[in-house]
């Protein structure tokens, strides 16, 4: 197995490092070989090239079979002409990834994080990421006179409309799972589009009961009914609010990891946690590494197809986080390191 | 004074009849001479006239100084050319209101009814309501070979941006509150306009504090800590989605009225519940009037400048609320004449 890290900013290094830590232990569990690169992303990357997705990092990502990303950005890149963040952007339409997949579930044990009184849900998020808004063209502004016009474009086709919403069907039915579908069809002509390709692949999918909702009336009802939403599908920036919304639930980002995927399992991935590069805490040895363990289990489930690796490591971070030690940010007081030796000690 | 009632679809007519009772109790103590008048929107304008918003309704608004909306849409017209809620974006850009003001706050005695462990909150959210992804072209569907596209336009003005964010920070100043603007200035180069339209106004309320969110970060913070919003501001969809948040957070969008204004207090505005038509409880006499009896009281507050008036109906309803009787949704028995006869009872 080709493993490229890109650690990023912030206390993306700290918590890719602890990942790598799992990971050893698992390839020594397992007999893997595992071969480990890195390269610059973000920040650090503008730093080091001048560029927030520079040439070396596309060649190592073309060497290796699985990407796994810390965090990029920071208040010291504000002023860049390309901020950290228009790295992850292009890495994700290089890498063809249009599928992101954010699972949020209340953990046993860590309910008092959440802010709500009946904190139950075990749900996932499937975000379309390589069009809409943050893709579409035209984009730039326009100078009238005495005013200033600006302009996005929420661009989709059809074909990248279907291969997300049936990779999430498919989904829900090998899970025995409803479907969730978002969008604004009664404003917005792309989530017309949407909702009739969502219709036409429901006939595909007798089985899995299906629903529509507005973007507006999903937030509110996300708040309300959190346990209502099992798979949830949805375009791009509708995806990124409502994924940081589910996170809110949970009560932390910190929990949380991701995938970004070009659908096929099996293929090359990049995975993340969805937590920020927190610079405030960066080298202190402070941070909750679980978003960046939980993004390795997804990687050696997807990229690599280890299924059991993927449960033994989930497992033993759920336990973990249940039965402590525990990190700051969860009121607990065990360090970065701490935390990353107690969910190593129960894989061994 | 001149009202125009649109009662619209559902349990529009209710709740619309229930304000007029308020409304009438109102003139009686103040002396005021109102003349109310009726016209169609959205469904039932559909069934009338065939057209969401006709010609008949326009004439109605300019002789109007003030228009009360119930509610428009209903499945029965899922499948209309043009659906009910088109001829809600029409109103809104035939009477240029640009500024949808939406206040949420926990009414003492209902925190149960919200999902939060610690329901907190007293916020107003600042909407842009004429611009953006709503009315942006071009927009549509091209067909390709084996495919189709669709695009929407995100498209502003800066002078749009302006005014709406002037108006929020002028508020945020009279009322002593901070100001929190959201954007996605990470990805979308119209937040970046957006970003640097709000700086530079800034600079002329130096006394506002001013924080800037991404939509995401808000759409979780907001869940964690909506205590922190107390004056929100931000573009057309960003706007939708979050003011349903705050909904989900105060736990009823049945509690929720709303001004959509153009900006200049004493001139003509609508003013409708945040909630929808509800028509699987249509004409049962349960629908929840507080909403409507809300927007009421802000349409004599704004386009009659009738302040004390205002605050008289507002508490008449959160001491009703708080002490009862209330309506089913809430828990409570009573019919939605009891609960407005309940409050008008209180203003005598
Ligand atoms: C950093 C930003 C560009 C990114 C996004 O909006 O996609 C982030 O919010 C995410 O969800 O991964
Ligand atoms: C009905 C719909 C078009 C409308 C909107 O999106 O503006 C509604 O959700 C609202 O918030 O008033």
């Known amino acids: 197995h080709q493993l490229l890290v890109l650690a990023g900013d912030g206390i993306g ?43 070396a990092t596309q060649q190592a990502i073309d060497r290796s079979s699985a990407v796994l990303l810390g965090a990029v950005g920071g208040p010291k890149w504000d002023n860049a002409p390309r901020r950290p963040e228009a790295g ?50 035209p984009r730039g502004r326009r100078f009238l006179p005495g005013d200033l016009e600006v302009i996005d474009t929420l661009q989709y086709r059809k074909s990248e409309m279907t291969r997300i919403i049936q990779l999430a069907f498919q989904y829900a039915k090998d899970h025995g799972l409803t479907l969730t579908s ?21 006939r595909q999918y007798p089985d899995v009961p ?51 995927v070009a659908g096929t399992p099996g293929t090359r991935g990049l995975f993340e946690p969805v937590h920020g590069s927190a610079p405030d805490i960066a080298g202190q040895n402070r941070a909750n590494p679980t978003g960046a363990i939980l993004s390795l289990a997804f990687l050696v489930g997807w990229s690599w197809q280890e299924h059991d690796a993927e449960h033994l490591i989930r497992e033993a971070v759920t336990q973990t986080l249940s039965e402590g030690p525990r990190t700051v940010d969860l009121g607990g007081q065990a360090t970065t390191q701490e935390f990353t030796e107690a969910v190593g000690n129960r894989l061994k």
């Not at 978002?182 to 429901?202: F, H």
Request: negative net charge.
């Open 13 to 55: 290094p700290e918590v890719t490092e602890s990942a790598l830590k799992i990971l050893e232990i698992m390839a020594k569990l397992e007999d893997w070989q595992v071969e480990v690169d890195h390269a610059a992303i973000g920040g650090a990357a503008i730093d080091q090239y001048g560029d927030p997705f520079p040439e």
């Open 182 to 202: 978002v969008d604004k069809a009664n404003v917005l002509e792309s989530s017309r589009v949407w909702r009739e390709v969502t219709e036409e692949l429901a």
């Open 210 to 260: 299906l629903s529509h909702r507005y973007v507006d009336a999903a937030a509110m009802d996300m708040v309300l009914n959190p346990q209502n939403y099992q798979v949830v599908v949805t375009e791009n920036l509708f995806g990124d609010i409502l994924s940081d919304l589910a996170g809110g639930l949970v009560g932390s980002l910190g929990l949380l990891g991701s995938l970004s």
């Open 88 to 137: 992850l952007l292009d890495m994700r339409q290089y890498m063809g990834l249009w599928a992101n997949l954010r699972p949020f579930e209340m953990i046993p044990g860590l309910e008092h994080l959440s802010p709500l009184r009946h904190p139950v849900m075990n749900g996932i998020i499937f975000r379309e990421l390589t069009g809409g808004l943050y893709f579409g063209q």
